[in-house]
């Protein structure tokens, strides 16, 4: 048998010799060359330019994820404002009645130079006479008004704590079953301030009244609309939210009661009678007034009537 050329043949490891005619040599240096061929041609100019068009593609796409979070953050801030807005604009005659009393009793007492019947002054005034002396003017106007306390254990969610405010229970009400109870909440903004709060969060705090008077369903829509704020401001600053921050937390001030105290358990006075009641000026007696004119040398002071 003729012996052929290498070219010719292709050895197959532990198998023998097959052979193939006809058929034109490997050139295994032309093999080489078309890969590299190849490859120049995978690199060339227009594939580069196809790599930075999909990497400016990517930066824009991040451009448009972060406008359209932006958007959706304003849209829920627009949000909490409007329902914040239609829940305190809903009142009752009995609500603006309490609420003029306790606003007006709380400025007074703001105002005077007396200070608390405790001697302490915080804010002034300490926020226990505060209460008492609300809840006292509530009474005087007619008003069933009390101070509560409210207390509650731990939980997996949230941790003990206590509260007190004043409540004011109506039965006058012929429309609704049973009887109708008020919250009066003398420091409410305060109970929702943060100290690393957003520009958007201290906003919505501010529209927020200072002497918050209204039902219960009132009092948890404005909670639910407040904790769900503070939840979004975290998460943008990226703070954990704190368990007394929390939904359940800041309804629990306001619905685990447990004690309703009376501050006094007297008959209710008229405002002409508890006006009689407020310290009066001392006046000089006119006996010693005629006394000192016929004994002009003698010097006594004069009888606090």
């Known amino acids: 048998m003729a012996r052929r050329n290498i070219g010719h043949r292709i050895l197959m490891c532990h198998n023998p010799e097959t052979e193939f005619s006809g058929e034109p040599p490997i050139n295994n240096s032309d093999t080489v060359f078309s890969f590299l061929d190849e490859e120049g041609q995978s690199s060339s100019p227009e594939s580069v330019n196809d790599d930075v068009y999909v990497k400016n593609g990517d930066h824009e796409e991040d451009e448009e ?47 005077s130079e007396n200070g608390c019947s405790c001697r302490k002054m915080v804010d002034n005034g300490c926020r226990n006479c505060m209460m008492k002396e609300v809840c006292s003017r509530l009474q005087n106007a007619g008003f069933n008004s009390a101070i509560c306390k409210s207390k509650w254990k731990s939980s997996a969610d949230i941790p003990s704590g206590e509260h007190t405010f004043i409540d004011v229970v109506d039965h006058s009400s012929t429309r609704s079953k049973g009887e109708v109870r008020i919250i009066v909440e003398l420091n409410f903004r305060g109970e929702f301030e943060l100290a690393k709060a957003s520009e958007e969060y201290n906003r919505l705090v501010k529209c927020l009244p200072e002497v918050f008077v209204g039902k219960i369903e009132r009092l948890i829509s404005l909670t639910k609309i407040l904790c769900n704020a503070a939840k979004k401001c975290m998460k943008e600053k990226k703070i954990h939210v704190a368990p007394w921050r929390k939904q359940k937390y800041m309804q629990a001030k306001w619905l685990k009661t447990i004690e309703r105290t009376a501050e006094n358990n007297k008959p209710q006075l008229s405002n002409a009678e508890y006006t009689s009641l407020l310290p009066r000026r001392p006046r000089a007696s006119m006996l010693t007034m005629d006394l000192l004119e016929v004994l002009p040398n003698l010097h006594c002071a004069p009888v606090v009537a």
């Open 65 to 111: 994820n972060e406008n359209k979070e932006n958007d959706q953050g304003n849209q829920f801030w627009e949000t909490q404002h409007q329902n914040l807005q239609a829940v305190l604009c809903r009142t009752t005659s009995l609500e603006s009645k309490i609420r003029s009393i306790a606003k007006e009793t709380v400025k007074g007492a703001k105002q």
